[in-house]
């Protein structure tokens, strides 16, 4: 069964620190680009970063992050434990959602642009967790 699971999540204080796993299993993970994304209530998925396939043609492992992150979240893989990680620093209110990881089987580059040319919610992507809720809150 192909399945992707979230964990990690949970209540941090601005200025806090989590990371996020997402696990594969029943597919090799590092042959799929992978995404992160969160919904916060009411509002419309988003994707947040993403990174390149392990066997990527011209740009292997490469991440992107959405402009409202960037500079305080890292995305990175471990291939070992079919695993993609967010780790995310300097946490702040807005930041609060579910965060979900997505896979998609593809070989080219994968940016925030790329995952935006898709349609909400789905993007396109072939298989998704069910999320992780991230509350940033005093």
């Given amino acids: 069964q192909l399945q ?5 999540g949970g209540l941090v204080q601005p200025g806090g620190s989590l990371r996020l796993s997402c696990a594969a299993s029943g597919f090799t993970l590092d042959r799929y680009a992978v995404g992160w ?3 916060a209530p009411g509002e419309e998925r988003e994707p947040v970063s ?3 396939s392990s066997s990527a043609i011209t740009s292997a492992d490469t ?4 402009d ?14 079919e695993t993609v990680y ?6 702040k209110p807005e930041d609060t ?7 998609l089987r593809w070989s080219l580059d994968f940016t925030i642009a790329h995952i935006k040319s898709g349609q909400s919610p789905n993007y396109a992507m072939d298989h998704w967790g069910k999320g992780s ?6």
Avoid at 86 to 91: E, F, I, K, S, V
Avoid at 97 to 103: D, M, Q
């Fill in 4 to 8: 992707l699971v979230e964990s990690g």
């Fill in 37 to 39: 994304f969160r919904q």
């Fill in 50 to 52: 993403s990174i390149t």
């Fill in 63 to 66: 991440p992107d992050y959405a």
């Fill in 68 to 81: 409202s992150v960037k500079g305080r979240f890292t995305i990175f893989r471990d291939n070992s434990k």
């Fill in 86 to 91: 967010l780790q995310m620093n300097d946490l």
């Fill in 97 to 103: 959602a579910v965060y979900f990881c997505a896979a």
């Fill in 133 to 138: 809720l991230v509350t940033v809150s005093s």
